[in-house]
Nanobody
Framework: VQLQASGGGLVQAGGSLRLSCAAS????????VGWYRQAPGKQRELVAR???????QYADSVKGRFSISRDNAKNTVDLQMNSLKPEDTAVYYC?????WGQGTLVTVSS
């Protein structure tokens, strides 16, 4: 099983980024897939997740700005991040079952 997160980078406050998580060995359509983040000196936290039935859950801090989506044909789960803030700076990870991707760094400059 392998999860590969991509799409991170440096962006100015107010900008957008789209993260993508691609999987091999696990069916995203049949499992809950989450995006998490860990900022320096802080604990890892849930950002958003999408369940197998399609329901979505977001952290209060990103509601209205981030959107999680799934592409069943590609077996990918994306996180569209708009109106980014400096406090969104973190390493972002995708996860399904007990498996984690390697993380992708998002840096938002003020």
């Amino acid at each position: 099983v392998q999860l590969q997160a991509s799409g991170g980078g440096l962006v100015q406050a107010g900008g957008s980024l789209r993260l993508s998580c691609a999987a091999s060995g696990v069916d995203f359509n049949s499992n809950t897939v989450g995006w998490y983040r860990q900022a320096p000196g802080k604990q890892r936290e849930l950002v958003a997740r999408i369940r197998s039935g399609g329901s979505r859950q977001y952290a209060d801090s990103v509601k209205g700005r981030f959107s999680i989506s799934r592409d069943n044909a590609k077996n990918t789960v994306d996180l569209q991040m708009n109106s980014l803030k400096p406090e969104d700076t973190a390493v972002y990870y995708c996860a399904a079952l007990e498996f984690w991707g390697q993380g992708t760094l998002v840096t938002v400059s003020s």
